[in-house]
């Protein structure tokens, strides 16, 4: 089985629709691919109607936190925290303290991005709100689109290198902080709605700041089931390092694409995840089941 547990649509910062996406999924040999948008389950049930024949859908939706450490316990932490995702599958999509929170996310998205946008004109970047919105068409508006802008500027030459202290990494000049879960609400909460929760790609160094180890061990001890190993931000020696971690925790490890369409290199299928340790995600999860395809 090839298994892929991280995907995005245009439901938030993708370029395939939902549709395409499961197609696309289908065409590169998957059997089972997640749907993981940011913080919003609107994709689903397009997903679900188009989906193929001999491919399973695995709900999902990768959640936006923050992680304020205690005084002390980091020099180097940023005073206002260190953002994460924390990938949450099979949880009731119905379930209202969970809905309730990403709605709070959802909402902070476009004056956020409009508030990246007006630092970066300050900039001298010739970009606008309008440009963006286009870019976002009905996803939702994330830095990824941002991003994509400055693509289109002429500014960097990728969408991944507008993540970077110069303008869109978490300590970058035109970084706007948005509205995020505190990651051990998100455990709680993910679990409430009884779906489980697999910290995604922890040691993204490129990205900016990481959590500490020692915050992955309490994140495991208030209820975390896993962490993403295989990842393209990751090399092996940080693999390595994860899987390691993860033994001694007693963490599930999964791997996946984090497929964007165009709108990054990846690859759906890129990495993929073991059956077993999807086996045990859909043993521990009682929100929501895998939708088997039966040719949409």
């Not at 948008?37 to 024949?53: I, S």
């Not at 286009?134 to 500027?153: M, N, Q, S």
Request: overall charge negative; aromatic content about 4%; proline content about 6%.
């Amino acid at each position: 089985m090839r298994i892929d547990l991280h995907t995005h649509s245009t439901a938030s910062d993708g370029t395939d629709t939902p549709a395409e996406l499961v197609r696309n999924a289908a065409a590169e040999g998957l059997d089972v691919v997640a749907l993981t948008d940011h913080d919003t389950v609107a994709g689903y049930a397009e997903a679900r109607r188009a989906l193929p024949a001999g491919l399973t859908l695995v709900t999902g939706a990768e959640l936006s936190c923050r992680l304020r450490l205690p005084a002390g316990a980091d020099p180097d932490a940023p005073a206002d925290g260190i953002s994460l995702h924390m990938l949450a599958y099979l949880f009731d999509p119905a379930e209202p303290e969970l809905a309730r929170e990403r709605e709070l996310v959802r909402d902070d998205r476009t004056p956020r991005a409009q508030a990246m946008v007006e630092k970066l004109r300050a900039l001298g970047v010739p970009i606008t709100w309008e440009q963006v919105a286009r870019i976002a068409g009905d996803g939702a508006v994330g830095r990824p689109h941002v991003a994509a802008a400055l693509v289109e500027a002429g500014v960097v030459a990728t969408v991944s290198d507008a993540f970077t202290d110069q303008w869109l990494a978490n300590d970058g000049r035109a970084y706007v902080e948005k509205h995020e879960l505190d990651p051990f609400a998100a455990i709680r909460l993910v679990k409430a709605a009884g779906g489980v929760t697999v910290f995604a790609h922890p040691l993204a160094l490129k990205r900016g700041q990481c959590v500490p180890e020692s915050a992955i061990a309490e994140l495991a001890a208030a209820g975390l089931d896993g962490v993403e190993v295989d990842h393209m931000d990751h090399d092996e020696p940080t693999r390595a390092r994860l899987r390691g971690l993860a033994a001694d925790l007693g963490l599930l490890t999964t791997g996946s694409s984090d497929y964007h369409g165009s709108r990054k290199t990846c690859r759906l299928g890129e990495y993929t995840t073991d059956p077993e340790v999807y086996g045990e995600i859909i043993r521990r999860a009682t929100g929501a089941f895998p939708v088997p395809g039966a040719g949409g």
